[in-house]
Each structure stands twice: as structure tokens, then as C-alpha cells.
């Protein structure tokens, strides 16, 4: 069985830089590296990703045995989350995926941990409880996006909704959540908090990258909608759940240029895929 983390960075080089190696040494196996792959998609970022990924030697090991595979999705003026997570997702081999935010910590055995949840429900969908306040603030704020699944059922339900309805900030990752349960896929939720820190920051940086027209209404969309707002939240999973439980329906989702930095190549040489 094999998991891809899939992570999508726009100007979070830095988040990056202290979450991706860590990762690495606390989920790959190197008895069975076939078993776990790292997708790290470089939405446009304009703060030397690409480079580093490229040239970092701690990453070279990785890089060469196939389990950290990157690319690009050049001209994206903003990050848009639900299309970039769907560029990043679809690019993935593994059996299962799971989002990995880039300021997230998997936490040691994570991987292993999404095995034991898989081998016994191969229909589940893992994802963090939006009602635990415990992950509302501190170490652990911003860990709402960790949503694993299998391939299949990714697709089977059309990825993120990439409509107008999550333009910005806007619970893309509850969504789908909301979407597997209504196809009787079964939650099953991180309860061990060692899996789900995160790098602390604020939220002002979670937005400088999205589309939106007025910051203080999106800082105050996040503020209601993290979970420690009981009324704000309800009346979203209300709304949610009367919505389609297949996204993107007609159009493509992650749909967009690509381009691969493979491994065998110099970090100029890279192949372009449509």
C-alpha cells in the first residue's frame, strides 16, 4: 500500500524548509521506500523553491529513490487552494493521498498510522475533527487541511470544488470531507495530537497569497469557521450538505500546465506535460 503526501507551496518555501525533511525522516522506510511518496507542487512561488528542492543535499537521497518527486504550475497569479490541491493530487502514484499542508509535521509513523486505518477500512477517509477545540489554537492550529483517502474515491468524487464558492479562504477541506461521508465512505479522525503540528504563524499569512478583496473579512471567515465558533460552522456543514456530492462536474479539476523537475535532470532541464 502506498501513500502520497501531496503538498502545494506558494511563498511558504520557509514553512517548507522546516517541516519537509522532518517529514521525510519520520515516514520513509528505506527497507520498503516504494511505500511512501512526497509531491511537492510549487504553485508559482517567487522565493527560490524550485532551487532548493533541487540543490538542498539532505533532499538528494529522496529525490534519487523516487519518494520526493516535484513540479511546477507556472502563471497562477494567486493561490487558488482547491485547484492547486488538485494539481498536486492528481500528479500522485500512490494508492492513497493525504494533503500535508506545507507548515504542517506529519509527527513520527504517521504513514504507518494511515496503513493500519486503510488496511482496516480501505473506504475511510482520515481527516482531523473540526469540532475538537484543542486543535483551534497553539501548535496545532492549521492542521484542519490534513484529509487522506484513497485515489479511487479522490477521484470518484471529483477532487476539491474548485467554484466561486472557495474562492480564498473557504473550507475546500471540510467540503470534501463532507462530500465522502455522504457517499457512506467512513470518517475516521486523528485523534493522537503528536501527528497533527504544525509551524506557528499567523493568520494574516495564511491569506497573502489568496484572491480576496477585503482582508478583514477573510481574516474573520477563518476566525469563524476554525471550529471554535460552534454557530458559524453548523450553518456551513448545513449548507455543505445539501450541496453536490460530485465537484467539478464537466470541467476538468487541477486542470492547468505542468511542469517536472525530474530527478535525472539539471535543475534548468526540466520536461513540460500538459
Not at 494533503?99 to 506529519?106: G, K, P, S, V
Amino acid at each position: 500500500m502506498k501513500i502520497s503526501f501531496c503538498t502545494t507551496c506558494k511563498g511558504r518555501t520557509h514553512h517548507l524548509r522546516q517541516t519537509l525533511l522532518a517529514n521525510l525522516r519520520h515516514n520513509v522506510d528505506w527497507n520498503r521506500p516504494e511505500d511512501v511518496e512526497f509531491v511537492v507542487l510549487d504553485y508559482s512561488s517567487d522565493d527560490g523553491l524550485i532551487e532548493w528542492l533541487t540543490t538542498d543535499p539532505r533532499l538528494q537521497p529522496y529525490r534519487r529513490a523516487g519518494i520526493l518527486r516535484f513540479a511546477s504550475a507556472p502563471g497562477q497569479t494567486h493561490f487558488r487552494h482547491s485547484h492547486a490541491k488538485n494539481m498536486a493530487h492528481f500528479l500522485a502514484t500512490g494508492d492513497y493521498v493525504c494533503n500535508l499542508d506545507a507548515d504542517n509535521f506529519t509527527g513520527p509513523g504517521f504513514a504507518q498510522y494511515l496503513r493500519s486505518v486503510f488496511k482496516a477500512w480501505p473506504w475511510a477517509i482520515v481527516a482531523t475533527d473540526r469540532f475538537d477545540k484543542r486543535l483551534n489554537a497553539g501548535l496545532y492550529k492549521g492542521s484542519m487541511g490534513r484529509v487522506a483517502l484513497s485515489y479511487g474515491s479522490f477521484a470518484m468524487l471529483g477532487g476539491y470544488d474548485e467554484s466561486d464558492r472557495f474562492r480564498g479562504w473557504a473550507g475546500e477541506d471540510s467540503d470534501l470531507v463532507i462530500r465522502a461521508v455522504r457517499y457512506r465512505m467512513r470518517p475516521v479522525f486523528i485523534r493522537d495530537r503528536k501527528f497533527l503540528r504544525v509551524v506557528l504563524h499567523s493568520d494574516l499569512e495564511r491569506i497573502v497569497h489568496t484572491e480576496h478583496s477585503d482582508a478583514s473579512a477573510e481574516l474573520a471567515r477563518i476566525a469563524a469557521l476554525d471550529g471554535s465558533q460552534m454557530t458559524p460552522i453548523l450553518k456551513y456543514l448545513v449548507n455543505r450538505a445539501v450541496a453536490p456530492r460530485v465537484a467539478n462536474r464537466g470541467v476538468p479539476p487541477g486542470a492547468g500546465e505542468i511542469v517536472w523537475h525530474d530527478v535525472t535532470t539539471q535543475p534548468w532541464e526540466v520536461e513540460a506535460v500538459g
